[in-house]
């Protein structure tokens, strides 16, 4: 039973005094580096908070300059759609002009070949391949000629107005969607860290199937431009080509005109002058005979001969208006020493970091929380610019830089939770050396209210002894006596 009652061993005043001060040495390293992790998670904080910012800022910068390459390739497709229709206006009134062209031609084309129809009633002699012939089937050579070429001018006309509207449907696809791009791109430079309909999406950070390079989407644009100015160019040569050919043809078929015309005149010249030499020797047999047959045949050949006069002059008259009639028809587009009072500090101190570090756990987690707007905003981003169409959905700067913010923020959320959960830690640290303090305070506290209480009050009664023999020790006794 004695060994059982047996009194807890007792420690020498050395390691009671490396006991005390380990205990502050252990307070103080567990305070220090909570202090450090809150300086640390300060720093961390603000240069999280630096680089967000600054990630949007970009990504605001880039979205701009996005908006501004897209507006000026709208513009440089519209003033191309603009000149393309123009062209094409022109074009079909060159269209028009060939067809009336060709139109004109018919009625000559008619009259020649009447005229050749005519001809062919000569009889005799006459029936001879004479200039007025040749001219007529050269005029009807050239005629037949300038119809096969005005024939396919037009077909080339039809198909350059058939090439402008696909290189004019083309430009409008396009500025279609380079307008819906703008559009969307508007409404992402437009959103903040308080909009509204900001969100999480998932799966953003992806490339689409379906998307384009940024030297794709700048060929495409340009191969529309150069396929405008193509065919705007073709367009003005052949405009210059319908004006020539409408003049040139016009003048090739006045000038033949005018030669069978000329042949004519001749032909009928010569044929009148044979004429009218046969008659006069006509004239000159007739007057081989005497008396009065001679001056009846005389007189009758005076007759016949006004008669043959009226009946050219009505021939002339009644030729008169064919021949006038093709000519008008020949004219053509950031100690104390005491045992107490060292664990009196070491508490205090340990107390206060504890506050500390439960405000810096807050503003970790708040500086957690302040990344879920930045991160929703790059979200939305680009979820909404998957919907661009076509090859607007291309992966340029805008979208790469997007793409980095997102994982800029994923990974600053990251070490921000790591380095919540190191405070988080040294908070429960600091609440065990806390507790750890108070014991040793209490203990502390018993022993001095052991000595100070309870021993030194008993220890005044005993009489004072200062060398005389003014009292007594133990009943009267002296301590020699004792001893």
């Given at each position: 039973?004695?060994?059982?009652?047996?009194?807890?061993?007792?420690?020498?005043?050395?390691?009671?005094?490396?006991?005390?001060?380990?205990?502050?040495?252990?307070?103080?390293?567990?305070?220090?580096?909570?202090?450090?992790?809150?300086?640390?998670?300060?720093?961390?904080?603000?240069?999280?908070?630096?680089?967000?910012?600054?990630?949007?800022?970009?990504?605001?910068?880039?979205?701009?300059?996005?908006?501004?390459?897209?507006?000026?390739?709208?513009?440089?497709?519209?003033?191309?759609?603009?000149?393309?229709?123009?062209?094409?206006?022109?074009?079909?009134?060159?269209?028009?002009?060939?067809?009336?062209?060709?139109?004109?031609?018919?009625?000559?084309?008619?009259?020649?070949?009447?005229?050749?129809?005519?001809?062919?009633?000569?009889?005799?002699?006459?029936?001879?391949?004479?200039?007025?012939?040749?001219?007529?089937?050269?005029?009807?050579?050239?005629?037949r000629g300038v119809m096969t070429l005005l024939t396919r001018t037009l077909e080339e006309t039809r198909e350059q107005i058939r090439l402008n509207r696909s290189a004019k449907y083309n430009l409008e696809k396009?500025?279609?969607?380079?307008?819906?791009?703008?559009?969307?791109?508007?409404?992402?430079?437009?959103?903040?860290?308080?909009?509204?309909?900001?969100?999480?999406?998932?799966?953003?950070?992806?490339?689409?199937?379906?998307?384009?390079?940024?030297?794709?989407?700048?060929?495409?644009s340009n191969t529309n431009v150069e396929k405008a100015d193509k065919q705007r160019n073709n367009s003005l040569t052949l405009k210059a080509l319908v004006d020539r050919i409408l003049s040139q043809t016009a003048n090739d078929l006045r000038r033949q005109c005018d030669v069978v015309d000329t042949a004519f005149k001749n032909g009928l010249k010569e044929t009148k002058d044979a004429r009218d030499t046969l008659a006069l020797h006509l004239d000159k047999q007739a007057l081989d005979f005497g008396g009065l047959e001679r001056v009846l045949a005389l007189l009758w050949a005076s007759f016949v001969t006004d008669c043959c006069k009226e009946q050219a002059v009505s021939l002339l008259q009644a030729l008169d208006p064919p021949l006038r009639s093709m000519e008008r028809h020949c004219m053509l587009s950031d100690i104390p020493y005491d045992s107490e009072a060292l664990c009196v500090h070491a508490h205090a101190c340990v107390m206060e970091e504890i506050a500390s570090q439960e405000k810096n756990i807050v503003v970790l987690e708040k500086a957690i929380l302040d990344q879920e707007g930045p991160a929703k905003v790059a979200h939305t981003r680009l979820e909404t610019r998957t919907h661009r169409p076509n090859v607007e959905l291309c992966r340029d700067v805008a979208q790469y830089r997007l793409i980095k913010e997102v994982g800029e923020i994923t990974h600053n959320v990251a070490r921000l939770k790591e380095t919540l959960a190191q405070a988080q830690a040294e908070l429960k640290g600091l609440n065990r050396r806390q507790l750890a303090l108070q014991e040793e305070i209490q203990i502390k506290e018993n022993t001095i209210y052991i000595d100070e209480v309870l021993c030194m009050p008993m220890r005044k009664s005993i009489p004072p002894r200062d060398g005389d023999d003014h009292g007594e020790w133990a009943g009267g006794l002296h301590p020699e006596a004792v001893c």
């Open positions: 039973m004695a060994k059982l009652l047996q009194q807890p061993p007792k420690f020498l005043r050395a390691e009671w005094q490396i006991a005390n001060k380990n205990q502050y040495h252990r307070a103080e390293a567990q305070r220090s580096r909570s202090e450090r992790l809150v300086a640390e998670s300060q720093r961390l904080v603000d240069e999280i908070e630096k680089t967000t910012r600054k990630s949007q800022s970009d990504v605001n910068k880039k979205l701009e300059q996005r908006l501004e390459e897209v507006r000026f390739w709208r513009k440089e497709l519209d003033g191309k759609l603009e000149q393309l229709v123009y062209a094409t206006e022109d074009l079909l009134l060159y269209q028009t002009r060939l067809e009336k062209a060709l139109e004109s031609f018919k009625e000559p084309l008619r009259i020649t070949e009447k005229c050749l129809e005519y001809r062919e009633k000569r009889v005799g002699i006459d029936l001879v391949h004479d200039e007025v012939e040749q001219e007529l089937i050269k005029e009807e050579e050239i005629i396009d500025l279609r969607d380079k307008f819906t791009a703008i559009t969307i791109d508007d409404i992402c430079f437009s959103l903040n860290n308080n909009s509204p309909n900001i969100k999480y999406s998932e799966n953003v950070v992806r490339v689409e199937p379906n998307s384009v390079s940024l030297e794709d989407w700048l060929d495409f």
